[in-house]
């Protein structure tokens, strides 16, 4: 068993002892991960209402109370069990503040398989958008926005999601393919396909991928 291991497991037991410092500790490792899951699954409308702060202390409440139940019988991979809890939190805080404005097909991106939220794609646009506009582009946002949306609904919903799941959540492939309930060798070769049909229905869309290809041409 590797170091890393071990001390997973003594934080485990620590914190399912109701160690305070354990439970903070071990929370706060994946802290980040989480937050980032978290605020690409938040439906846009609720964004100024809901932060991402209130929904992983209402996950922290429920990991703390699960948490010896967990360490007694690990049917899944630590922190994909605290995702779990995270998703279940901020779906029940959708259905709160949304009810029966829950569901709005053309705003979501569709989920393969899972309880958790769904990705929008307003919100995959506007994390591609981050990584792709320049400066230059800042005025034409919302167009593009618009268009990357239009690019991602042409995407086969498992795409989608493959690509929620490696590239914004960053998950690792072994992580992925849990979730996705496919093999590794599956997953793979689904986010790089994924990731070539993104590529080439960007590719449609006017002056993003070129104007970013010829900044990096003209880079020293």
């Not at 989480?34 to 809901?50: A, E, K, N, P, V």
């Not at 279940?88 to 398989?113: C, F, I, N, P, W």
Request: net charge positive; aromatic share 4%; glycine share 6%.
């Amino acid at each position: 068993m590797s170091e890393k291991a071990i001390d997973l497991r003594n934080l485990l037991e620590r914190a399912a002892g109701a160690d305070p410092s354990a439970l903070g500790e071990l929370f706060g490792l994946h802290r980040d991960r989480l937050r980032r899951m978290i605020q690409l699954r938040l439906d846009h409308r609720l964004r100024g209402r809901l932060d991402p702060s209130d929904v992983l202390q209402e996950a922290f409440l429920e990991f703390a109370q699960s948490l010896p139940a967990y360490v007694n019988n690990q049917e899944a991979p630590f922190y994909l069990w605290l995702r779990c809890i995270a998703g279940r939190k901020l779906q029940a805080l959708h259905r709160q503040h949304l009810g029966t404005r829950m569901r709005d097909a053309g705003r979501e991106v569709s989920l393969y398989r899972g309880a958790l939220p769904e990705a929008s794609s307003v919100a995959l646009a506007a994390q591609l958008l981050g990584k792709l506009t320049t400066p230059s582009q800042a005025c034409l946002r919302a167009e593009l926005q618009l268009r990357v949306q239009e690019a991602l609904a042409e995407m086969e919903p498992l795409d989608r999601e493959v690509l929620s799941l490696r590239h914004y959540e960053q998950l690792s492939n072994r992580e992925t393919a849990y979730v996705l309930g496919v093999t590794e060798a599956t997953a793979s070769i689904r986010f790089i396909r994924a990731l070539r049909r993104l590529k080439e229905l960007l590719a449609r869309v006017p002056g993003l991928l070129g104007d970013n290809a010829e900044a990096e041409k003209s880079d020293p």
